[in-house]
């Protein structure tokens, strides 16, 4: 009686614990880049409430931009204000705990509307300013737009935005997740509530 006791109990525990999987997604995008900011005001934004609990999203803001000097200073394909935007982004979302979150402030801030320079959605985002306004002067924001640079150059980046899943880059996929994210998505794990 207590084998079997014990024996259900095991099996209560495995089943409590079993957690829906989700897809890995990570967008390479630019914080000027019309065609970014297309993509998350008409994919990203009327999408996520449906899809939230089934993707891990990871921002990477730098797209075609590049290093020089090992980050003495940055070129980016929309000019010196996407730099300085792609590098408060970065800092910010490593500031957000949370996905939820990291995607109000994303959607904010790459949108027609927003400040070009980027501090109106951050400051909407309940982060620290001084703590922000430290990362984008200091260190920690070339750091963290080396490792996106580092990150970018991973995959075959012609077009931004980009999308790699469960980080696996495949340019048919990229291609449907810009026309079509929840297809995509859908093509990645079909058991996602509404593939069919």
């Given at each position: 009686m207590f084998l079997r006791f014990v024996s259900i109990l095991a099996l209560a525990l495995v089943a409590a614990t079993v957690v829906e999987a989700r897809v890995k997604v990570t967008v390479f995008?630019?914080?000027l880049c019309p065609d970014s900011i297309r993509w998350i005001s008409n994919q990203l934004a009327p999408n996520y409430n449906a899809l939230r609990n089934h993707?891990?999203?990871?921002?990477?803001?730098?797209?075609?931009?590049?290093?020089?000097?090992?980050?003495?200073s940055f070129e980016c394909q929309h000019g010196p204000l996407e730099c300085e935007g792609n590098r408060i982004q970065s800092c910010v979302l490593n500031q957000l705990p949370d996905q939820d979150r990291q995607v109000s402030y994303v959607t904010c801030q790459m949108s027609f509307d927003a400040d070009p320079r980027g501090?109106?959605?951050t400051?909407?985002?309940g982060v620290d300013l001084v703590a922000t306004q430290n990362c984008v002067e200091g260190v920690q924001g070339?750091?963290?737009?080396?490792?996106?640079e580092r990150r970018t150059q991973q995959i075959p980046l012609t077009f931004v935005p980009s999308f790699a899943f469960n980080d696996q880059f495949d340019q048919e996929l990229n291609q449907l997740a810009f026309q079509d994210f929840p297809a995509a998505l859908c093509r990645v794990d079909s058991s996602i509530a509404g593939c069919q």
């Open positions: 995008y630019e914080h993707i891990d999203l990871e921002f990477i803001p730098f797209g075609k931009a590049r290093s020089i000097n090992g980050g003495q501090w109106e959605c400051f909407r985002s070339v750091q963290l737009q080396l490792e996106a």
